[in-house]
């Protein structure tokens, strides 16, 4: 068993490089900060300035 | 196992079989046409609800409507609407005006709001149930919305947003003559 | 507490046991929250199940059980306790689930844990003993309570705290996944079922906060210190609670099915790359979807209804097609193994006597080809001019929220008592059965529901529809309540079956009990047989794989999806030139 967990390990120790969309898509802090700014952008933001710039009828 | 990480540290390296990318490919295909489908509607189509919204103060809109109302001529199945505008002002629990005559062919605008909480404009042709079109009736907005009808006939107008305990009653009309 | 302890002396202590099927290694501490949460989740179905057929009772007008006031009263807690309350602590279970078992961690409070099940049944009582007792000088909410309906204070206290209790167990999640991350407790990427739940997570916390602006906001209007709201404004911000918190549970469901069908075949996803891209096209793309409720609204422009209701140009549902494949292509490539056979044939190798898999086997393809279609065409611009607020909406999310979620969900309370309470079922054959006629009494009324909306136009929310000049669906409205009866007898055997087993079920053999130095747990575990470093890796070449089964099923999706959505254009042609 030991051994089995030297084995898993040594990938790290040695050059197992992981690809920079796989460390973003890894990332899920990332992933929360682009899906808030995605909704935040294109839901709330773009949808209350549709609504407020609506012409005001006296 | 989706109970333990990848068993490839490098996930994002490892082929996709033939299959998978076969169905992605279809897939990205149909979310593309049932993307495009909804703007060429917008050019080619005969539906649509491309509506002109105003803000507007809904005791004011009312008053509007009153007059409007006021000044068209009453006939038995209704206010006889003789230009193209067709003011509509829904409340608890009623639509005013309850009836309206209309022409085919005219392209009318509707004209819709609300005096108090949220309704919902439901316009059944009569006698075709799986003919109808539906909308939000919001207090502060006045949404304009264009119809031209081709067929003459009832047209039932139910309202279908939960709008307090009369809800249920709240049922007016259009007559749609046959046009000139 | 005295204990042995690897690893010498250290103050952070946590006690695990392991899992006999699983090897995970799961916090004690966990395991009374999870379940306190599972329970509230079910109690709340029951509330719900009883309601929603004094409901149907109600819609089908030759019974027409329930007054105007009886019926608006009625809808209002049916929808927070089954479309909420039941769904929410569920989510709250499973979220403790993923954060700790799964990646052998212990929760990083537990205390906060409890927290968010008090604050949750808390806010859930208030909000609907308010609704109760309110009078008649106040409106019923319903699920939306749209602003400038009058609503009642207290109730918008209730939904207020429950969302604080939702938004304190995110946070454990979070803060446990983040500190599993940094004591190395499991390594390399998050399993996909952490990574589902994240994703689930996320979408939570933006619909919450969402919901906390909107619901704040009538508040202070519902007391008099705000003068003015817009709305539409409500609407537009409301909704994104409203349906974001059905894309929680569409990101938590499709989390389960990969759980539930590795649990029951030893599946696993064909390709963690493209389960995992699906899962981040939800993260980004899901909640702008809210939109599809605005389509008949007026304020908004075309653009914004095109590009937000397709969930950017159909990206997040392009996602649930991904996931509708890679999920039952995880299962023919396990059967397949397993000696499955033909093109469908396969199929038989399944363990169909397995709840736990029956939930997955029949969540799928409702929630697909009735949930997901009519969600498609529905969300569509135009179409949706014919079916918003008719009676088609509500088959729609009776098919997806409740044929595939709840159904689901049921699947995973049988999991719970299983593998978290340890408990035998006291019977594998009627919990299967409790799926099946679960889920044909809800695909009968789903699918009565959207024949109405589609082709009566029959309006939802309406106590009494024969009142009205509109032509009625008489055989349809036989046929919902019909349904609703079979659901509710599926869901009264799921109910006693969850809670008899629980109470009575023979205890199940607990694996061996661990206490693990917490902040190096992760290189001190021992290794059991079964645990991921175990497993046989999938088989590298992918092209050689048979996935013809799935491939077969999916086209025949793609075909469905095709016809009905031209039916729903050719149906709107028909229709007087509007815009």
Redesign the interface.
Same mark, same amino acid.
């Given at each position: 068993m030991a051994e089995q967990i030297q084995q898993a390990e040594s990938p790290e120790a040695g050059a197992e490089r992981v690809p920079v969309m796989q460390e973003l898509l890894d990332n899920i802090w990332f992933l929360f900060l682009v899906s808030g700014i995605f909704t935040l952008v294109f839901y709330i933001i773009w949808g209350l300035i549709d609504l407020t710039g609506r012409p005001i009828l006296p | 196992?989706?109970?333990?990480?990848?068993?490839?540290?490098?996930?994002?390296?490892?082929?996709?079989?033939?299959?998978?990318k076969?169905?992605?490919g279809?897939?990205?295909a149909?979310?593309?046409g049932?993307?495009v489908?909804?703007?060429v509607? %917008?050019v080619y /189509?005969?539906?649509?609800?491309? *509506?002109t919204?105003?803000? @507007?103060n809904p005791d004011? +809109?009312f008053e509007k409507v009153n007059r409007w109302v006021q000044a068209a001529p009453q006939t038995d199945a209704g206010i006889k609407v003789t230009g193209t505008d067709v003011y509509l002002v829904a409340m608890r629990y009623a639509w005013f005006p309850t009836s309206a005559v209309l022409e085919t062919g005219v392209?009318y605008k509707i004209h819709?709001s609300s005096k108090?909480?949220?309704h919902?404009f439901?316009i %059944?042709?009569? /006698?075709h149930?799986?003919?109808? *079109?539906?909308?939000?009736v @919001?207090?502060?907005?006045? +949404?304009v919305?264009?119809?031209?009808?081709?067929?003459p006939g009832t047209y039932?107008i139910?309202c279908?947003?939960?709008?307090?305990?009369g809800?249920?009653?709240m049922?007016g009309?259009f007559e749609v003559q046959k046009g000139q | 507490m005295a204990t042995a302890v690897m690893g010498g002396q250290n103050p952070f202590l946590a006690r695990f046991w392991q899992c006999t099927v699983t090897g995970l290694k799961v916090d004690e501490k966990a395991v009374p929250v999870m379940l306190a949460n599972a329970v509230a989740a079910v109690v709340f179905l029951l509330v719900g199940g009883i309601l929603g057929l004094l409901i149907g009772l109600t819609r089908w007008e030759a019974v027409h059980l329930l007054s105007p006031n009886l019926y608006y009263l009625a809808l209002t807690l049916h929808a927070f306790s089954s479309l909420i309350f039941w769904i929410i602590f569920m989510e709250m279970a499973i979220l403790y689930f993923a954060c700790t078992a799964v990646l052998n961690a212990r929760l990083v409070n537990h205390k906060a844990a409890w927290l968010q099940f008090g604050l949750m049944t808390l806010g859930s009582a208030i909000g609907a003993v308010a609704v109760v007792i309110q009078g008649d000088k106040y409106d019923q909410p319903l699920l939306t309570s749209y602003h400038p309906l009058v609503i009642h204070p207290m109730f918008l206290v209730g939904v207020i705290i429950f969302a604080v209790g939702a938004f304190v167990g995110l946070g454990v999640f979070f803060a446990t996944v983040w500190r599993a991350t940094q004591e190395k407790t499991y390594r390399g990427s998050l399993p996909l079922v952490t990574f589902g739940a994240a994703v689930a997570a996320i979408i939570a916390a933006e619909s919450l906060l969402a919901g906390a602006i909107a619901y704040i906001w009538q508040l202070l209007y519902a007391v008099g210190i705000v003068k003015n709201l817009d709305a539409e404004m409500y609407r537009v911000v409301w909704w994104l609670l409203g349906h974001g918190s059905q894309q929680i549970n569409l990101a938590a469901m499709v989390t389960c099915w990969y759980l539930l069908i590795h649990l029951t075949t030893g599946a696993q996803s064909a390709s963690e790359k493209v389960s995992r891209v699906a899962f981040v096209l939800y993260a980004l793309f899901i909640n702008l979807g809210s939109a599809h409720h605005i389509l008949s609204d007026p304020g908004v422009t075309n653009a914004w209804r095109i590009w937000n209701a397709s969930y950017a140009m159909y990206g997040a549902a392009m996602a649930s097609m991904i996931h509708a494949f890679a999920i039952p292509a995880a299962a023919e490539l396990a059967l397949r193994r397993q000696g499955g056979t033909g093109l469908l044939g396969y199929w038989k190798k399944a363990p169909w006597g397995d709840p736990c898999f029956v939930a997955v086997a029949l969540g799928v393809p409702l929630f697909g080809f009735m949930g997901g279609i009519s969600g498609i065409t529905i969300g569509t611009e135009q179409i949706n001019m014919m079916m918003h607020n008719t009676i088609a909406i509500t088959g729609h999310f009776h098919a997806t929220v409740v044929a595939g979620t709840t159904l689901t969900f049921m699947g995973v309370t049988y999991g719970v008592i299983q593998l978290i309470a340890n408990r035998e079922l006291l019977s594998r054959k009627l919990a299967c059965w409790s799926l099946w006629i679960f889920g044909a009494g809800m695909a009968l009324f789903s699918m009565a529901q959207m024949w109405m909306g589609y082709f009566f136009g029959t309006p939802r929310r309406h106590p009494d529809v024969s009142s009205l000049p509109l032509v009625r669906a008489v055989s349809m409205e036989q046929l919902m309540a019909a349904g609703a009866v079979i659901a509710f007898v599926g869901g009264g055997m799921f109910i006693l079956m969850a809670v008899g087993s629980l109470l009575w079920g023979k205890a199940r053999e607990k694996g061996a009990t661990f206490v693990l130095n917490a902040t190096n747990g992760g290189q001190q575990m021992e290794l059991a047989a079964g645990t991921p470093f175990d497993a046989p890796p999938p088989a590298a070449d992918h092209g050689a794989h048979d996935l013809r089964g799935t491939m077969t099923l999916c086209l025949i999706f793609i075909a469905t999806l095709a016809v009905v959505y031209a039916t729903h254009w050719i149906n709107l042609a028909e229709l007087w030139k509007i815009g």
């Open positions: - | 196992m989706p109970i333990a990480p990848p068993l490839h540290r490098n996930w994002w390296d490892v082929p996709v079989g033939v299959h998978e076969l169905w992605i279809l897939v990205v149909t979310g593309l049932l993307f489908m909804m703007p509607w %917008h /189509g005969a539906q649509n609800s491309s *509506a919204s105003y803000r @507007v004011a +809109y392209p819709l108090d909480v949220n919902g439901s %059944h042709r009569a /006698g149930p799986a003919q109808k *079109a539906n909308f939000q @919001v207090p502060g907005y006045q +949404y919305l264009e119809m031209t009808f081709k067929e039932n139910v279908q947003e939960y709008c307090g305990i809800h249920q009653a049922v009309k | -």
